[in-house]
């Protein structure tokens, strides 16, 4: 059982938009930064989203991120068929005194 | 180009150790603090342990905690992962990665990660 909960899937079709969330308590999300993570088939996890809502050099602004008190949010827009993958949320918990992360979302572009 | 490579893993019995490398390439890797994260098949990522730049500071999560041993070279641009008492839970998909630059508790830069199965 995850830390963080995250939808097991979502799904939409090309060029639409979805959102994936991520929940936590005060002692994680409602008191740290949020990052978010792809992982597509077969390869490593990459960083899409740190500090909430910053993207790292190299992501397109099709993806965005959010946090309103112990939730934060990934936003997907006009998807592709390759945004197929799952997607990690992570942060800091101060009682555990360690990373955590979501359990993951499997992205389907129908 | 921006690398880290791991090495390392493979097959090893319960109760077994094994010793895990990150050879890390093209930044300073002195600067940067560094994590092992770990994916065991079909689940999702797990936090394994975290060390500073100047190795001052180090902590493990609670299910490796007193097994395994993160060090680092700084001269050789290594991070390394001592594994001990190895169990079968912790068979998984071991990924070094940096720590980002804005503050410690993300992830910038992923290996490709080195398979370990702990299996007799």
């Known amino acids: 059982q995850s830390v963080l909960t995250q939808p097991p899937s979502v799904s939409a079709a090309p060029g639409q938009k979805v959102t994936i969330s991520c929940s936590g308590s005060?002692?994680?999300?409602?008191?740290?930064?949020v990052s978010w993570y792809q992982q597509l088939p077969g390869t490593a996890p990459k960083l899409l989203i740190y500090e909430n809502n910053q993207r790292p050099s190299g992501i397109p602004d099709r993806f965005s991120g959010s946090k309103s008190g112990t939730s934060a949010t990934l936003g997907i827009t006009g998807l592709q068929t390759g945004d197929e993958a799952d997607y990690y949320c992570g942060t800091w918990d101060s009682s555990l005194s360690g990373v955590v992360f979501g359990g993951g979302t499997k992205l389907t572009v129908l | 180009e921006v690398q880290l490579v791991e090495s390392g893993g493979g097959l090893v019995q319960p109760g077994g150790s094994l010793r895990l490398s990150c050879a890390a390439s093209?930044?300073?890797?002195?600067?940067?603090?560094m994590n092992w994260v770990r994916q065991a098949p079909g689940k999702g990522l797990e936090w394994v342990s975290y060390?500073?730049?100047?190795?001052?500071?180090?902590d493990y999560a609670d299910s490796v905690k007193g097994r395994f041993t993160i060090s680092r070279d700084n001269a050789k641009n290594s991070l390394y992962l001592q594994m001990n008492s190895l169990r079968a839970e912790d068979t998984a998909v071991y990924y070094c990665?940096?720590?980002?630059?804005?503050?410690?508790?993300?992830?910038?830069?992923w290996g490709k990660g080195t398979t370990v199965t702990v299996s007799s």
């Open positions: 005060s002692s994680n999300i409602g008191n740290n930064y």
């Open positions: 990665a940096r720590a980002g630059p804005h503050y410690y508790y993300y992830m910038d830069v």
């Open positions: 060390i500073s730049s100047s190795s001052s500071t180090i």
């Open positions: 093209g930044f300073t890797f002195s600067s940067y603090n």
